[in-house]
């Protein structure tokens, strides 16, 4: 098995990266909103771990542009410039930037990520698995 090749994993629902390539890609300088009810999803893990195996780093701190503050969540985002809400990311957030003021549609409804923001692409409907 290829290092981006997930496993499966025996949960209720079945996991989003189930017999799938996970996808890296870079979202550095991207304005995002988050994605509002992703959180009580069945995955087995927490989506930062998930977030981490995939891209092979640790989270460390927000993507948020500013935030210095530690990334302790995977969160769910749409580039805010995607109107198709075909895929969406998970990228490493801490609980402040997962408010939902910062869902599209909220206020502000989007931030910016960090120039070295890499997130993991899935399409949106696995977002609600």
């Known amino acids: ?3 981006s090749t997930i496993p499966s994993i025996d949960t209720d629902r079945g996991p989003p990266f189930a017999d799938r390539e996970a996808v890296r890609v870079r979202l ?3 304005e995002v909103s988050g994605i509002d009810n992703t959180s009580s999803n069945s995955y087995s893990k927490p989506w930062v771990k998930r977030w981490e195996e995939i891209v092979s780093q640790e989270a460390g701190k927000c993507v948020e542009v500013n ?3 530690a990334a302790d ?3 769910h985002v749409w580039k805010t410039s995607d109107r198709s ?3 969406c990311y998970i990228i490493p957030i801490c609980r402040h930037h997962n408010l939902k003021q910062y869902d599209r549609g909220g206020n502000p409804g989007n931030f910016l990520t960090k120039p ?3 997130g993991v692409k899935m399409s949106s409907h696995e977002a609600y698995a």
Request: hydrophobic share 10%.
């Open 67 to 69: 935030c210095k503050r």
């Open 73 to 75: 969540r995977g969160g």
């Open 116 to 118: 070295d923001t890499y």
């Open 28 to 30: 550095g300088s991207v």
């Open 85 to 87: 809400k075909r895929h």
């Open 1 to 3: 098995m290829s290092d």
